[in-house]
């Protein structure tokens, strides 16, 4: 069996940073957004400087026919090109890379400025500077950059290059240009596993689902899913019936643009694909519901929650609130097959295409 990790142990800090700046390293779309404040940054640059392990970075390396997961830097200095598959997705570890690649390369993200932040080269430290007056503080990227490196060693301590300042700067350039950096690399994956390892990685505490990546991906100023989820659940009429899953939102979502409910497709939703569509799923929904009161169903309906993304595309399908005659006992006996079945018990995702073809069908009287 051809192994699907592998671990790169030859990597150094400058490499990381050479790679990124190439392009060859990618950000993938369910990423969440990269939040470090300065302080935070700080602290993770004098680990590296006391050369205290960091943690291994996960990568994916992506066939070609992902490069639609790839999600565009926001800062520049990276290369955004697209490329043909040569290049490798952060699973985990993007905050660390990218606090490393701000402040390294002096960066602005958002509102924030990086380059401020500064080596004191008297105390061995790295410093938020909050004094233009305090001796030898030296910005971080001054550091790194070659040209600017020689002109603060010239400039140090009235150019001692010898002196003891000096001589801490020296060190810490070199600490950062080869400090080791460890990275499993995940090859031969498809999206379905790859989605299961993401969910695994613990960031924060907190273990991501696939519900995190789903809004993650389709957040914008204009379409928040949870919040329209919570929208939803909070309406007078739904209460009665209990909060619904947020799968039931995710799948139905998926089914509605795509025909398809496999991981692949749930994380091709996007922010206007959402937006375009909630309005008619929502309204599936709502007639969903009122199927199962007609079949004298109330209380709580967690149990029917699994059947309810399939069950809201004849709705959303036949764009019609409610069911044609001719269709009643036929959708009434695929509801009760299927909940004492257990039908959605396993392989659920190859189960929702076959059954969403099934409903168009019935919609279009061929059954």
């Known amino acids: 069996m051809e192994p699907k990790i592998s671990i790169i142990s030859d990597w150094t800090l400058q490499r990381l ?10 950000i993938p779309r369910f990423q969440r957004d990269y939040i470090w404040e300065k302080s935070k940054v700080v602290k993770l640059l004098n680990s590296v400087y006391h050369q205290y392990p960091i943690g291994s970075l996960f990568f994916w390396k992506a066939p070609a026919k992902y490069a639609f997961f790839i999600r565009p830097f926001d800062i520049d200095g990276i290369n955004d090109t697209k490329t043909d598959g040569d290049f490798q997705f952060i699973l985990d570890g993007q905050q660390r890379i990218m606090s490393l690649f701000v402040a390294l390369m002096g960066k602005t993200m958002g509102d924030c400025d990086y380059s401020t932040i500064s080596f004191n080269a008297d105390r061995c430290e790295f410093v938020i500077p909050r004094s233009q ?40 350039r070199d600490i ?13 994956t498809e999206i379905d596993d790859v989605v299961e390892i993401f969910e695994r990685i613990n960031q924060g505490g907190k273990h991501l689902t696939i519900f995190d990546l789903i809004h993650a991906t389709t957040w914008s100023e204009k379409f928040d899913l949870k ?6 659940n909070t309406a007078q009429r739904i209460k009665q019936f209990g909060r619904l899953g947020e799968k039931v939102f995710s799948l139905s979502l998926t089914i509605n ?79 009760w097959d299927a909940k ?27 059954i």
Request: aromatic share 10%; glycine share 4%.
């Open 227 to 232: 919040q329209n989820i919570d929208d939803f």
């Open 257 to 335: 643009a795509f025909g398809d409910a496999r991981s692949l497709y749930q994380l091709k939703l996007t922010p206007e694909i959402c937006q375009k569509i909630w309005p008619r799923t929502k309204a599936a929904l709502l007639s969903s519901l009122d199927f199962l009161k007609q079949m004298r169903l109330s209380g709580d309906l967690t149990m029917y929650h699994n059947l309810l993304p399939t069950l809201q595309y004849y709705f959303f399908a036949s764009d019609s609130k409610i069911i044609d005659a001719s269709h009643q006992k036929t959708l009434e006996k695929w509801f």
């Open 340 to 366: 004492f079945s257990k039908r959605y018990s396993a392989s659920a995702a190859t189960r929702l295409k076959e059954d969403v073809q099934w409903i168009q069908s019935l919609i279009n009287n061929e």
């Open 17 to 26: 940073l050479t790679e990124l700046k190439a392009g060859n390293i990618k």
């Open 133 to 172: 007056r305090e001796k030898n503080n030296i910005p971080v990227w001054q550091i790194i950059d070659g040209k600017e490196f020689d002109s603060v060693i010239a400039g140090i301590d009235n150019g001692k290059k010898n002196s003891k300042a000096a001589q801490n700067l020296l060190q810490c």
């Open 176 to 188: 950062f240009l080869n400090y080791p950096v460890s990275i499993v690399l995940t090859t031969n």
